[in-house]
Nanobody, 121 residues
Framework: VQLQASGGGLVQPGGSLRLSCAISGSIFSFAFMGWYRQAPGKQREVVARIASSGNTDYPDSVKGRFTISRDSAKNTLYLQMNSLKPEDTARYYC????????????????WGRGTLVTVSS
């Protein structure tokens, strides 16, 4: 299983970006898919998660501005980011927690290389 994030770039404050994460490989089951970010000198922060049930959760720092979604047919995860702020600048990574490729596999966590988001005027 491989995860490839894309869609990052330079955007002005107040602008929007949509990140995509293409997931290659079979998925029998998973617990969560999501996005985390890491900025230089800061701790990693999970900014959005979607459970296999479809339930989503967000930290207060992005709630109301970020929306996570998943297209299971395309095996693609999305993160719509609106009203971006300079403090959103970071490298964004997609991840899948407790993924099983086959029903008898042990659950494994996967993550991609990340895409850089820079919010600046």
């Amino acid at each position: 299983v491989q995860l490839q994030a894309s869609g990052g770039g330079l955007v002005q404050p107040g602008g929007s970006l949509r990140l995509s994460c293409a997931i290659s490989g079979s998925i029998f089951s998973f617990a969560f898919m999501g996005w985390y970010r890491q900025a230089p000198g800061k701790q990693r922060e999970v900014v959005a998660r979607i459970a296999s049930s479809g339930n989503t959760d967000y930290p207060d720092s992005v709630k109301g501005r970020f929306t996570i979604s998943r297209d299971s047919a395309k095996n693609t995860l999305y993160l719509q980011m609106n009203s971006l702020k300079p403090e959103d600048t970071a490298r964004y990574y997609c991840f899948v927690d407790q993924l099983r490729v086959r029903g008898w596999d042990s659950p494994t966590n996967y993550w991609g290389r990340g895409t850089l988001v820079t919010v600046s005027s």
